[in-house]
């Protein structure tokens, strides 16, 4: 069963970390992803650089399976913070809704894709899942073609 306060934890901590892209701060994005992944039992591979990696998880240890996830780990600038509401890496909730950069494209739907992957792990499915979190995705889809390269 999904835990709620799991995934809201996850995708506060994500917003949390600015990863605007220009300049592209993916690495701490990709750390957070990775401490909260693994201790799960999830499997996760680097690919890419050290400071603008692609991480791909697998629920069997490695393996390759038919299926893939893919979320990117940047976002667009902030832009002026007076523009904001709330602050952008503040991760409000008001009403309801979460609040910050990143929220629906794509840090929350991050955190919604790592418990699908623990849910699925728990279940002792046979067949392998995998997620993909690519870097540089807001500017010209680069850290996919990185991934897709490296097989």
């Known amino acids: 069963m999904k ?39 999830i499997h996760c591979t680097q690919v890419g650089s050290d400071d603008r990696p692609n991480l791909l998880f697998s629920t069997h240890d490695g393996e390759m399976g038919s299926l893939v996830l893919h979320g990117h780990m940047d976002t667009v ?14 991760c409000e909730i008001a ?12 840090k929350g739907p991050l955190a919604a894709l790592a418990e ?3 849910l699925y792990k728990s279940e002792n499915h046979n067949e392998p ?3 993909l979190a690519t870097a540089n995705e807001e500017n010209g889809l680069l850290g996919a073609e990185e991934a897709l390269t490296h097989g």
């Open 116 to 118: 699908t992957m623990i």
């Open 95 to 106: 009403n309801g809704r979460l609040y910050g950069r990143g929220a629906a494209d794509m």
């Open 3 to 41: 835990n709620n306060q799991r995934v809201l934890s996850l995708a506060k901590k994500l917003i949390a970390t600015n990863s605007e892209n220009p300049p592209g701060r993916e690495k701490e994005v990709a750390e957070v992803l990775r401490s909260h992944l693994e201790p799960h039992g």
């Open 77 to 90: 600038p902030a832009g002026p913070r007076e523009k904001w509401k709330f602050d952008p890496f503040g």
């Open 129 to 131: 899942l995998l997620m």
